[in-house]
């Protein structure tokens, strides 16, 4: 279709110079993403509407079909992975829209801009090595080999240059010890490998996907309704240690973690069973607090210092590794003015109201509204220091 201007796409696009390529040739493009910076909140892609890509030919964008992409591992720009594109017999280089001297490619997403990961890289020649274990030692199997470890091939071939490592490797998995290949036997001997019970579900999850913290397991459940009959929903929590979140107190996994959980879970499951793998629905519970300081404490300091206290008890695993994630936990305001008047800073609370989701509708004790659901500290809390004057006033007032 031709218009008077031209269409501008609210997603966004990622243009790519190529430099010293040429028609017919296969282009490996090795993109590196923040993962887990996606706002998993926004709509995600569908298989309808995905990330598309063109090619700049004579001043022209033509999309490039589903032959001239023979690889794509990045899922909608929402994982890290190759990119392998022929570029066109049609494709020039020398257009005016861009640079001249390079055949320029680009992504075009069609949703909101925070539905993918950000961009950290986009390298030429890009291959995937995998680990081959020749008697090698194996330390580096649970954390990884740092970048820039590997330098060269082990054959030599006059067509490559150099060999760079820009990145951490991944997806490594340490030697069993004995206590984890027991654990490991047991658990397959009662699942035998098939998704039946809520406890296979769960422990089956887990021990695939060692990115996943926590999996809660709901039957009957799916993401509109808690009574569907044969829907099985898997609400997972990611492991927040050294990981990238795109909000801390609300810990989701990327959509394209989701996909691969639930592809290799319905294998495992019934013919007859629909299955949803969701992120936990988080509740924020807001504290409208008027508190007394004790008077060597700065007003506005503690102000703040008491905000990041009331998160990290609301939210501990935000903070602390040592604590869980659960499920189904209810907030009573007993135990929070408990651990507010224990403050070293904080002489007295004079009033603390509660409140989840309605700011209209206070409650003395906050319980998550459906078994999927996780309360968690809002970001800023209402606090109100009570200052020596009105103090002074008020004690006046109630000795008249």
């Known amino acids: 279709d031709c218009t008077l201007i031209p269409a501008v796409n609210n997603g966004g696009e990622l243009y790519i110079g190529l430099e010293d390529a040429k028609n017919l040739q296969t282009v490996s493009l090795f993109i590196q993403l923040l993962e887990g910076s996606e706002n998993p909140l926004v709509e995600s892609f569908d298989k309808d509407n995905k990330v598309t890509w063109e090619v700049l030919c004579s001043d ?37 829209q861009l640079d001249k001297g390079l055949f320029w490619i680009k992504a075009v997403m069609p949703k909101s801009y925070d539905a993918v990961c950000r961009v950290l890289d986009v390298s030429a020649q890009g291959a995937m090595a995998t680990f081959v274990n020749n008697g090698n030692e194996l330390s580096h199997l649970e954390s990884g080999l740092p970048a820039e470890t590997i330098d060269k091939l082990e054959d030599r071939l006059a067509f490559v240059k150099s060999v760079t490592q820009p990145y951490n490797t991944f997806d490594g ?115 409208d607090i008027t508190v007394k300081f004790y008077n060597e404490f700065d007003k506005s300091l503690y102000t703040l210092e008491l905000n990041e206290d009331l998160k990290k008890f609301l939210s501990p695993w935000a903070f602390d590794e040592a604590k869980n994630v659960e499920f189904g936990i209810t907030l009573h305001q007993t135990v929070l003015i408990d651990f507010v008047e224990r403050l070293h800073y904080v002489d007295y609370i004079t009033s603390i109201k509660m409140f989840v989701g309605d700011p209209q509708k206070k409650m003395k004790n906050a319980q998550p509204s459906s078994p999927k659901a996780i309360l968690v500290s809002a970001e800023q809390h209402k606090i109100t220091p009570l200052d020596e004057s009105a103090t002074e006033q008020v004690t006046t007032e109630a000795e008249c």
Request: charged fraction near 25%; proline fraction near 4%; aromatic fraction near 8%.
């Open 173 to 287: 998995k340490p030697e069993e010890n004995d206590a984890s290949y027991y654990k490991r036997v047991s658990e397959r001997i009662r699942h035998k490998n098939r998704a039946i019970a809520l406890w296979d579900y769960e422990n089956i999850v887990l021990q695939e996907f060692q990115n996943i913290y926590r999996v809660k397991c709901l039957n009957h459940t799916n993401t509109k309704s808690l009574l569907a009959a044969g829907c099985v929903t898997l609400a997972v929590v990611p492991d927040t240690v050294n990981k990238n979140m795109f909000n801390i107190l609300q810990p989701r996994v990327s959509t394209a973690y989701l996909n691969k959980i639930q592809a290799y879970v319905s294998q495992l499951t019934s013919l007859h069973v629909k299955l949803d793998v969701i992120n936990p629905v988080y509740e924020e519970v807001k504290i």
């Open 60 to 96: 022209y964008w033509q999309p490039l079909d589903s032959i001239a992409v023979k690889l794509n591992e990045i899922d909608n720009f929402l994982k890290s992975g190759l990119v392998r594109l022929e570029i066109p017999k049609e494709a020039t280089d020398d257009n005016m």
